[in-house]
């Protein structure tokens, strides 16, 4: 079947947090607050922030997304919290492989909101997604080594360890090579 045809949700809900793509107006603001207010967090371990983006390059980058989201190359949702409406940091399904039907799922937080169980939250909405709605039949996570909060996220959801790469990557700033981990769930 053709990704295009795919019928891909444009938002889930859990018990705290809706996400939903970025096709708003007003998404760039948001997500340019948050990034501006959690840069020193995000420019260790993502190489896109090694500087706080400008209002139009966000804007740009949440464009793009929505493309990809149409084109069904990667599933990038922004998500809020139900009560407030505050956005607290994305998550998405990418490196889809619709033939071998596998993807990645990547996510990022808003510093303030970290440590409430919210992108567990959020990623196990995904795996739900991905599984039971697109039929995946392997959902992967990959992260640096030492990025502890990141690699918690898969190890709380029940991903296996299948290893980890030695000098796989460079660091987000570039500078020296680092370890990469490979979480994955199997249908």
């Not at 053709?2 to 891909?8: A, S």
């Not at 096709?23 to 501006?36: E, F, N």
């Not at 809020?80 to 039907?101: P, V, Y």
């Not at 709380?156 to 370890?179: H, I, M, P, S, V």
């Amino acid at each position: 079947m053709n990704p295009m045809l795919v019928d891909v949700p444009l938002q889930l809900e859990t018990d705290r947090l809706f996400l939903r793509a970025p096709l708003q107006a007003t998404d760039g603001d948001v997500v340019y607050l948050a990034v501006r207010d959690s840069i020193h967090e995000l420019k260790q371990w993502l190489s896109l922030f090694q500087t706080t983006p400008t209002l139009e390059e966000t804007e740009i980058l949440l464009r793009k997304a929505h493309i990809d989201f149409l084109k069904r190359k990667s599933l990038r949702y922004l998500i809020f919290l139900k009560d407030t409406n505050e956005f607290i940091g994305t998550a998405s399904l990418h490196a889809i492989d619709w033939e071998i039907s596998k993807c990645e799922i990547g996510y990022w937080m808003n510093s303030p909101f970290a440590g409430n169980g919210y992108m567990t939250e959020a990623v196990k909405e995904l795996i739900e997604l991905g599984f039971q709605q697109l039929k995946f039949r392997r959902i992967g996570i990959r992260c640096e080594s030492t990025n502890y909060k990141s690699r918690s996220i898969p190890e709380r959801l029940g991903f296996e360890l299948e290893g980890t790469l030695r000098n796989e990557d460079l660091t987000a700033d570039g500078n020296k090579l680092t370890d990469i981990c490979i979480y994955s769930l199997i249908k």
